[in-house]
């Protein structure tokens, strides 16, 4: 998988997940390139257009190349749980954007969240782009991808997850979402918010209050309010 940024690279350097590095001519000057050296990791200069081309993006004169992130188990992701006070795991149900995704793993990392949940079929999957979104992050939040949602949810109250669900129509607010009780917050899809098999299977759904003219919010916006809000209200 191919990186790019400095943000991005800064993120993937810290996690031991770089294997080689491109840099323009541009970029020699720059302070990152001593910490990449030090640690003893290849780099090539290459001609600036050339590197446009392998990252198509703001790559900042750097790019890249990591291991493909892998996903684990569900079941990885609950233990991991387990270690934790108050743990939030976040489900997102047929979220197909990676931007979307990026920008939410960005905000679990943020928040602490356990992992991310989303379908195997259907929903948008970890890349490239998701990676430079994230700025990062992709290489600290785990990542579980299931085969049914429905059935996760069944697995998560069993190990006594409670099922928050963001609708916009709903009546409960953030306030009665339970406290000190390991948490799943359900994410929508872009335009067509959580499917109706999955909302019947949440124990609460939730909204998030609007106060102007615009009724719906992006989903990785959504997330990131939410997920302020069950961690300090």
């Not at 795991?89 to 990676?98: A, C, E, F, G, R």
């Not at 990542?143 to 963001?166: D, P, R």
Request: glycine share 8%; hydrophobic share 45%; charged share 25%.
């Amino acid at each position: 998988m191919i990186v790019y940024g400095t943000n991005t690279i800064k993120a993937c350097l810290e996690a031991k997940t770089l294997k080689k590095v491109l840099v323009s001519k541009e970029f020699l000057k720059n302070p990152l390139l001593e910490q990449i050296k030090k640690e003893r990791i290849a780099v090539e200069v290459i001609d600036k257009r050339k590197l446009d081309e392998i990252a198509r993006g703001n790559n900042q004169g750097i790019a890249g190349y990591i291991d493909d992130i892998k996903t684990v188990g569900l079941e990885e992701i609950v233990a991991i749980g387990k270690k934790k006070v108050n743990p939030i795991i976040v489900m997102l149900d047929s979220l197909t954007d990676p931007h979307n995704l990026g920008a939410i793993l960005r905000s679990c990392d943020a928040f602490d969240v356990v992992g991310v949940v989303y379908k195997k079929h259907g929903s948008v999957s970890l890349n490239d782009t998701v990676a430079k979104v994230s700025t990062g992050a992709i290489n600290f939040v785990k990542c579980a991808e299931v085969t049914n949602l429905s059935q996760a949810i069944e697995k998560l109250k069993k190990s006594g997850y409670w099922v928050v669900g963001l609708d916009g129509e709903a009546n409960a607010e953030f306030k009665d979402v339970p406290k000190n009780a390991p948490l799943c917050l359900v994410v929508g899809s872009e335009g067509f918010g959580i499917s109706r098999l999955v909302r019947s299977n949440c124990d609460l759904l939730v909204k998030i209050p609007m106060y102007g003219k615009v009724n719906c919010l992006n989903a990785s916006v959504a997330c990131s309010i939410a997920l302020f809000a069950l961690r300090t209200l």
